[in-house]
């Protein structure tokens, strides 16, 4: 069980647990293909069935659903939401994920400030020696995202991301804990 759910504060940007006024906007975000799934996962869900996921995602590692918001701090504007979920039944993976919903917004830096906070949060509350990601191949945003944060590139998974009427291929990212404590040495990890 998380039960962590303080907010974490960048300079830029806060995560904070998904509020119930923030579900509507959420849920329009989570819907809409061309926001969510060019590269990821998507999935229609009821929006009954979605605030059920947010609440219950708290209690299960394997939960996919959006676990904080990425909230701009200047001015509380939601900008987007962020996840985690191990990968794996029988590996100890567990994989980041991210989104912007506002396009507008993207390509500022909010976003890479906001995975890194949630990495930083993931090995600091969490008995985990990497954290990972996978990307489609082609999303450019996403890979330069994860390298920026010293994620490394440790292969590429063929023909396993169905997306625009064809399958694509995927990059898989990891990041050690002793690769995230080199660069954070005062984390007091
Ligand atoms: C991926 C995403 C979260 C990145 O967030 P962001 O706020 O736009 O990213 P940042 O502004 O922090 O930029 C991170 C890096 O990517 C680069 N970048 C951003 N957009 C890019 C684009 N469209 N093409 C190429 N590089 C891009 C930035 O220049 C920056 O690198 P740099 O600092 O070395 O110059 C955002 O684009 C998004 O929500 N995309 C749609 C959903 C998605 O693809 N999620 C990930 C699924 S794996």
């Known amino acids: 069980m998380d039960g962590r759910g303080a907010p974490i ?7 904070r647990r998904p509020r119930a006024e923030d579900h509507p906007l959420l849920f329009d975000w989570y819907n809409d293909a061309e926001r969510v799934a060019p590269y990821d ?44 979920y191990r990968a794996h039944p029988v590996l ?6 991210y989104v912007l919903g506002e396009p507008g917004e993207r390509g500022k830096g ?5 995975v890194g906070l949630l990495v930083g949060h993931l090995f600091r509350t969490h008995p985990v020696e ?8 082609d999303n450019l945003a996403s890979v ?13 998974l ?8 064809r399958w694509h291929d995927a990059h898989v990212y990891g990041l050690t804990r002793a690769e995230w404590a080199a660069e954070h040495p005062s984390a007091g990890n």
């Open 9 to 15: 504060d960048g300079p830029q940007v806060r995560l």
């Open 41 to 84: 996962r998507f999935a229609v869900d009821t929006y009954t069935g979605f605030q059920r996921a947010l609440l219950e995602a708290a209690a299960s590692l394997e939960s996919m659903a959006p676990r904080y918001v990425v909230e701009r701090r200047s001015d509380a504007k939601l900008l987007g939401f962020v996840g985690y």
């Open 92 to 97: 100890t993976i567990l994989d980041v994920w």
């Open 110 to 114: 909010y976003g890479s400030e906001a």
């Open 130 to 137: 990497r954290v990972g990601a996978t990307c489609d191949v």
């Open 144 to 156: 330069r995202l994860l390298e920026k944060l010293h994620f490394t590139r440790e292969g590429t």
């Open 158 to 165: 063929r023909t396993t991301l169905f997306h625009h009427g």
